[in-house]
């Protein structure tokens, strides 16, 4: 079928002004039956805790640090942040630092007022101690006031394994981020009150919009100290990474047919443990390498993880390359070494991050320093690696200091494209084999340990998770072992982490063949079969051409390759409108029943597959039978916006499946600190039929734009319900991210055209009225006929947008 350049998506009407939706939250509601008297005693109780304690720090560090009162509210009910924010300013100056996912739960103040005096007083004029006081019915929304458990202020990591009395350790401490004259004044003073003490330093830190973090070099009778200041939000071991290459067969190299990438190709940048630039299947490719960590001098790749991340990035499939003996790469490489090898007495490699420099400040400078050379034209960064200790959802729901820093970098970075791995967890490290295998694949949703880790939580960064290859074995016994093999050809990996993500966005958005898990039980012991894993390029290439192994981490660079082939042909476009194809472009893969009902098992596959598995020939081209339209716009706050598009009559008559798909991609602002909503803003799309567009343009018009009941599906205008084009995922799974894609698919419906989508934009916390929001929004129409619905559809969009 003859291949078509997409449409543009034509607006009906220009942007719609919106009447301003009453804020939600404006009174506060009793929950069930309070004794003020209690609730008094209780209150000026914790109170009096959170004053006592502040001034036993006080007096602990007095004279080098004058430390801040920090403390947690527990909040009951959805409130309106800027009147409750305006509450709390009035209760002895708090200032909120941290808000709860839903605006309910723990809210983290900052306060001047050492002695709670003013909270005591309101409380007790709340709770009748005080007789003729004022109501002060904002106490209806508060449960209590409390210190921040220490426990709860300690990393996972450090949990599993205590900090020993005579070591040394290099620690990430995390600040809460106050004012930046305050942040500064005491981390000078913090590092001043340990000036003469050598088992102490801050050898780096960084300061960003949502987040302030420290590299510090302490011993355990330090960190017990500096655990206790209020200032301190979490203080955990650095990340590791988490791999294991290993190598198995020769080629040589003569066999095949190498070239370099295009000339005008755009640029991949694989962000790891550095690249073997000499390497025969990558040297025509490598346009610049980089090295960002002092463990090793040299930017060669010693780890070996690097190398067979960077094959992926610019080949997509090295086994399908070995088979037709050519090696033909899409896109010009670059590498920025973040990570060294460490060899242990047996000789075995592992990886590791310089111990006095952040990694976070180690990818902030590679990043910039790649992007900001114009020359590179590098579209995507691959980020294959993950902190195993910071699943989301392990001690709240905060965005994590380094998926935040990527998330800023993809604002200021709006045409680059970010990709990270999902992550990998071992089933093996929780179940035995017959656990395994009866538990498959329900402990990918259901085992809190195999949710997905920082940094993969990137709101703006594509999530990649990993399917299963073809089921294969490798027998060095052949018919005397039994070997179980886990999942079928495009079910999910056996070890591949799962979604949702923070606020319950979707993620992983796209899943890649990333390997299997094929085993059997040898002396107690869980034995793997190379047949399991996926070819890559080795780090040692004069040994061995090619590796094996399996991982989300391999799986993502596939993902980063077909952006860098779609962006080959669309350079100029931003990340929204590259991420907004790879994603139309995506079909659902299977996955095994579950045995749960059929709207829960729905929410699994999301969880687990996303949306599905990209086809880049989809992605760049329309087909006589399948066309994408698209528009690439701005839109203001709590605005609507709405497109049409007129179907030949052919599409509805003629026999077969037909599928509509939307897909709306934006890169809002983010705040680590609201746990409410990470994103600042967030939009969402209907679809619907057959009415004329004045009319849904009218009903839209008059209707409020506000945000909708957590478990409140229906948000559509009661006129226009009958028109509804009703699309999976729902609107209140789908818009929870800035990356969103819903399908219906029929064969027979009583629908015909028009088809008319709109578009919302909810302001969730940005103060500046005037914000734009950019995005992109995309209609795919597929009819399973061979029928030409793209001529009659491309003279009237291209009438109309010339009209406009």
């Known amino acids: 079928m003859v291949r078509h350049n997409h449409l543009p998506l ?39 805790q959170i004053s006592q304690s502040f001034a036993e720090i006080k007096q602990r560090f007095r004279g080098t640090i004058n430390p801040h009162l920090i403390y947690r509210i527990k909040v009951n009910q959805s409130v309106d942040i800027p009147s409750f924010e305006r509450i709390l300013n009035a209760m002895g100056e708090l200032t909120v630092l941290s808000v709860a996912e839903n605006r309910q739960g723990y809210w983290v103040v900052f306060g001047n007022d050492e002695e709670l005096s003013v909270f005591k007083n309101k409380l007790a004029q709340y709770s009748g101690v005080v007789p003729d006081g004022y109501k002060y019915e904002f106490f209806h929304a508060i449960d209590g006031i409390e210190d921040i458990p220490l426990e709860e202020k300690i990393g996972e990591a450090i949990k599993q394994s205590p900090l020993q009395e005579d070591q040394l350790y290099y620690l990430n401490v995390e600040l809460w981020r106050m004012d930046d004259e305050i942040l500064d004044t005491f981390i000078r003073q913090l590092s001043q009150n340990y000036r003469d003490n050598p088992q102490f330093s801050i050898t780096d830190k960084l300061i960003m919009k949502s987040f302030a973090l420290l590299r510090v070099k302490l011993n355990k009778a330090i960190f017990d100290e500096i655990i206790m200041l209020k200032e301190v939000a979490r203080i955990e071991l650095p990340m590791l990474p988490k791999f294991s290459p290993s190598e198995y067969r020769q080629i040589d190299v003569e066999e095949f047919e190498i070239s370099e990438p295009p000339e005008d190709a755009t640029g991949i940048l694989v962000i790891d443990s550095g690249i073997v630039s000499n390497h025969p299947l990558l040297e025509k490719a490598v346009g610049d390498e980089q090295n960002f960590q002092e463990g090793e001098r040299q930017t060669h790749d010693v780890v070996g993880h690097g190398t067979a991340v960077a094959g992926n990035s610019i080949y997509y499939d090295i086994e399908r390359c070995i088979e037709e003996r050519k090696f033909s790469p899409t896109n010009w490489l670059f590498s920025a070494k973040v990570m060294y090898a460490e060899r242990d007495f047996h000789g075995n490699i592992t990886p590791v991050y310089d111990p006095e420099k952040l990694f976070e400040n180690q990818l902030n400078d590679a990043i910039r320093t790649f992007l900001n050379n114009i020359e590179n034209r590098i579209k995507v960064v691959n980020i294959s690696f993950g902190n195993s200790f910071e699943p989301l959802g392990n001690g709240g729901n905060r965005q994590f200091p380094l998926a935040n820093l990527i998330d800023e970098l993809a604002l200021e970075y709006r045409n680059v494209v970010f990709v990270i791995s999902s992550g990998n967890q071992r089933p093996s490290l929780f179940y035995d084999l017959e656990e395994i295998i009866s538990g498959y694949p329900n402990y990918l949703v259901e085992n809190k340990d195999f949710k997905i880790i920082n940094p993969a939580t990137s ?109 080959n042909s669309f350079p100029d476009k931003s990340a929204n409108y590259l991420k907004n194809l790879l994603l139309q472009s995506t079909e659902l893969t299977p996955v095994p029943n579950l045995g749960y009902t ?147 698919h029929f064969k027979t419906a009583q629908m015909s055209a028009p088809i008319t989508l709109v578009v919302r934009c909810l302001n969730k916390w940005i103060s500046d009225l005037n914000y734009t929001q950019s995005y992109c929004v995309s209609l795919t129409v597929e009819h399973s006929a061979e029928i030409d619905i793209y001529s009659s559809v491309r003279t009237e969009v291209l009438q109309r947008t010339r009209v406009r």
């Open 10 to 48: 034509p607006q009906y009407v220009e942007e719609l002004p919106k009447r301003n939706s009453n804020q939600r939250g404006g009174g506060f509601r009793p929950i069930g039956t309070r004794d003020k008297i209690q609730y008094h005693q209780e209150n000026l109780q914790k109170a009096n």
């Open 459 to 567: 709101a703006l960064s594509l999530t990649v998770g990993s399917i299963a290859t073809s089921t294969r074995a490798m027998e060095p016994r052949p018919g005397q072992d039994i070997w179980h093999t886990f999942a079928e050809e495009g079910q999910p990996s056996p070890f591949s982490r799962t979604g949702f993500g923070i606020n319950g966005m979707m993620k992983p958005e796209i899943v890649e063949y990333g390997g299997n898990l094929i085993v059997r039980e040898n002396f107690n012991r869980v034995t793997e079969n190379i047949g399991g894993k996926v070819a890559l390029l080795s780090n040692n290439p004069t040994e061995a051409l090619f590796s094996f192994d399996n991982g989300t981490s391999f799986s993502a660079p596939k993902v980063s390759n077909l952006l860098g082939q779609i962006a």
């Open 598 to 744: 059929a709207s829960k098992q729905e929410k699994a596959q999301w969880q687990m597959t996303g949306y599905g598995i990209p086809n880049v020939e989809k992605a760049i081209y329309s087909l006589d039978n399948r066309i994408v339209l698209l528009d690439e716009d701005v839109i203001g706050l709590n605005r609507v916006k709405t497109y049409s598009v007129n179907l030949p009559s052919s599409f509805f008559e003629t026999r077969g499946t037909k599928k509509i798909s939307a897909v709306l991609t934006f890169d809002p602002v983010v705040r680590a600190t609201r746990g409410d909503s990470y994103l600042g803003a967030q939009m969402e799309f209907k679809l619907f039929h057959t009415v004329i567009p004045d009319e849904i343009v009218a009903h839209y018009a008059v209707t409020e734009v506000e945000e909708a009941d957590e478990d409140e599906e229906d948000t559509t205008p009661t006129a226009l319900k009958p028109y509804e084009i009703v699309l999976k995922p729902g609107v209140n799974i789908r818009n929870k991210g800035c990356h969103q894609k819903a399908i219906r």
